[in-house]
Nanobody
Framework: QVQLVESGGGLVEAGGSLRLSCVAS????????MGWFRQAPGNQRELVAT???????MYADSVKGRFTVSRDNAVNTVYLQMNSLKAEDTAVYYC?????????WGQGTQVTVSS
């Protein structure tokens, strides 16, 4: 069992930045692929960015060039640096950990971007 705790969300003006953190309850190095997803009211949960155990990254087209995902396995933490935020980035952001058939989710952190 892996517990994930997100933090770093909040209210920011359009054009601003936030950095989300996701701390895992156990060692995730060299094993888990990690990801960030988001869900806005009335919408389905969507992929934002992923980083594999080998540090390969992938981004949704809507955030390419603005968001950066990274991981620090020494402290079991994954980050999402979000720059040039837009109103449409407003959502609850969820951390995800995947290893084989196992998938874990955090409780989410709210990001609100005011225009």
């Amino acid at each position: 069992q892996v517990q994930l705790v997100e933090s770093g969300g909040g209210l920011v003006e359009a054009g601003g930045s936030l950095r989300l953190s996701c701390v895992a309850s156990k060692i995730i190095s060299s094993r888990y692929d990690m990801g960030w997803f988001r869900q806005a009211p009335g919408n389905q949960r969507e992929l934002v960015a992923t980083i594999t155990s080998g540090r390969y990254t992938m981004y949704a087209d809507s955030v390419k060039g603005r968001f950066t995902v990274s991981r620090d396995n020494a402290v079991n933490t994954v980050y999402l640096q979000m720059n040039s935020l837009k109103a449409e980035d407003t959502a609850v952001y969820y951390c995800n950990a995947k290893f084989g058939a196992l998938t874990y989710w955090g409780q989410g952190t709210q990001v609100t971007v005011s225009s």
